[in-house]
């Protein structure tokens, strides 16, 4: 009996599993996506260099762990972002605050793309405005 008891108060066992949720991450080249996921992620920013392609990180939190999979946003490679949707519980929309007129058009014009995609319509959005300590950097409102 004192050996069930002990066990009992000392050997709970493994902390319950997670939840784990999958995000899709999109943004133009440079919107800031590679740094983001780095600095949950608590890794050094040094080094970080555009993705090409996808990459996935897994962002552990206190309660859950999001599978997130990172797009390149380079002109040929957003073209292929529709093929990583599947499966996706959310999504992070990385913009660059402080990009030119045209970029930020272009960001604008795949944003809306991506609202209005069968697979993405009815997710959350997570909208981050980046670059946000840059001197052109636009204001929420602005942008």
């Known amino acids: ?19 784990e949720y999958d995000l899709v991450c999109i ?11 780095s ?7 040094e080094n970080i260099v555009s993705t090409t392609g996808f990459s996935i990180k897994a ?4 309660n859950a762990i999001l599978n997130v999979k990172e797009l390149g946003g380079a002109d040929n490679i957003r073209k292929y972002w529709s093929r ?17 007129e045209d970029d930020l058009e272009t960001a604008r014009n795949e944003l809306h793309s991506a609202l209005q995609h069968p697979q993405l319509c009815t997710l959350p959005f ?3 405005a ?11 409102q602005e942008v």
Not at 130 to 140: C, E, L, M, W
């Open 1 to 19: 009996l004192p050996w069930q008891c002990f066990r009992a108060l000392c050997c709970k066992g493994p902390p319950p599993p997670r939840p």
């Open 27 to 37: 943004g133009l080249t440079g919107s800031g996506k590679t740094s983001l996921l």
């Open 39 to 45: 600095q949950l992620c608590s890794e050094s920013p």
């Open 59 to 62: 962002v552990p939190f206190q």
């Open 84 to 100: 990583y949707y599947q499966g996706s519980q959310g999504v992070i929309f990385v913009l660059d605050s402080a990009s030119s």
């Open 126 to 128: 997570l909208i981050l």
């Open 130 to 140: 980046n670059h946000q300590d840059k001197p052109a950097a636009r204001s929420v």
